[in-house]
């Protein structure tokens, strides 16, 4: 990465980090206080509260959102601390979990659904990468594959290592892409800054009828 | 619910005074510090079956804290919390003696399990940050 390309993503990533650990102090108070109030509306005293079942269930709205926040928090913050190092040991499970969590918004849009299908032959598998550049690489793999697969549709990741690399497998349903599509996401990849990222990354991509393949070498 | 005396360690007073009084609700004596010296003064003078301690705050750290707590009152089990971005902190303040750590906002039956794991002196369950 350039330095000074570099320096703007360790600024943004300290930025967003300290927010997200504000933030999630904020959440603390609020769920602590909604459980304070479900604590009293469940006191005996409080049988007779007028619409104690109404705020009862409010509050457990409350307490569902603040989980679903705290988890997109924790995840923008472990994002964000992806940019205090150009050259860190990456576990995939983690990226993709992260990659999971922070695409969501954008696959809600077109209705489509993410799982991660798991970890080929081991449960560790890490690649010494830099880590925005690869969450970069396979943010753009996912959004070019969710442009092309139907509205509703379901996409996996599976992930891997083999001899001297890892892959990571991003797919739509079995034969879903066709010509066109393959044909699209592909030029994505052909673009000038994506294709500096694959160099800068030791990445391979290849891209078929049901999905992205993305390798990383080791020895790149 | 055990009648345990716990001592609460959070500059985040708001967050800190709630659990408070949910933790009395369920039968526990709570003492809350809002920094580290009041703190360490509490330990001293009064008696506790558990601390509760947020690793991040400001002035004295969570885990410096945690150090002289442990130098000044070994058997009282230490429980902490942090932030999502603040594992290594957990796993740091383990080596340092604490009995397990928690990440905010915690769930109120986790915390009470934990310090229910830690007064009676059984192992830790994973948590690891919940």
């Given at each position: 990465m350039q330095e000074h390309v570099r320096d703007d993503a360790a600024f943004m990533g300290k930025i967003t980090a300290g927010a997200t650990h504000e933030l999630k102090n904020v959440f603390a108070i609020v769920g602590e206080s909604a459980?304070?109030?479900?604590?009293?509306?469940?006191?005996p005293s409080s049988r007779d509260f007028p619409h104690r079942e109404r705020f009862l269930k409010a509050l457990t709205s409350i307490r569902d959102?603040?989980?679903?926040g705290t988890h997109i928090l924790t995840q923008l913050n472990r994002f964000a601390h992806g940019a205090d190092s150009d050259a860190a040991a990456v576990r995939l499970r983690d990226m993709v979990e992260n990659l999971k969590a922070l695409s969501d918004r954008f696959l809600r849009q077109k209705a489509l659904s993410l799982t991660f299908s798991g970890t080929q032959g081991a449960d560790e598998v890490t690649i010494q990468a830099c880590p925005v550049s690869l969450?970069?690489?396979?943010?753009?793999?996912l959004?070019?594959?969710?442009?092309e697969v139907p509205q509703g549709g379901s996409l996996s990741i599976h992930t891997g290592a083999e001899a001297d690399g890892v892959w990571c497998r991003l797919s739509g349903q079995a034969g879903v892409l066709d010509e066109a599509a393959v044909g699209a996401i592909r030029r994505c990849f052909e673009e000038e800054d994506v294709a500096a990222l694959l160099q800068a990354l030791s990445a391979t991509v290849s891209v078929q009828g049901d999905g992205v393949l993305v390798r990383l070498s080791r020895s790149g | 619910m055990e009648m345990f005396r716990v001592l609460l360690v959070d500059d985040e007073r708001e967050f800190v005074t709630t659990l408070g009084e949910r933790l009395e609700i369920r039968?526990?004596?709570v003492r809350i510090a809002y920094d580290g010296p009041e703190a360490l003064q509490a330990l001293e003078a009064e008696p506790?079956?558990?601390?509760v301690?947020?690793?991040?705050?400001p002035g004295l750290s969570g885990l410096e804290i945690l150090k002289r707590m442990k130098t000044?009152?070994?058997?009282v089990p230490i429980i902490l919390l942090t932030g999502h971005s603040a594992t290594r902190d957990g796993i740091e303040g383990m080596r340092l003696g604490a009995f397990d750590y928690l990440m905010k906002p915690i769930d109120i039956d986790r915390l009470l399990e934990k310090m229910r794991e830690a007064v009676l002196g059984r192992t830790s369950t994973p948590a690891g940050g919940d």
């Open positions: 459980g304070l109030l479900e604590d009293l509306l469940q006191a959102q603040v989980r679903r969450q970069r690489l396979l943010f753009t793999g959004m070019a594959l969710a442009q | 039968g526990l004596t506790f079956d558990v601390v301690l947020d690793v991040r705050m000044s009152r070994p058997d």
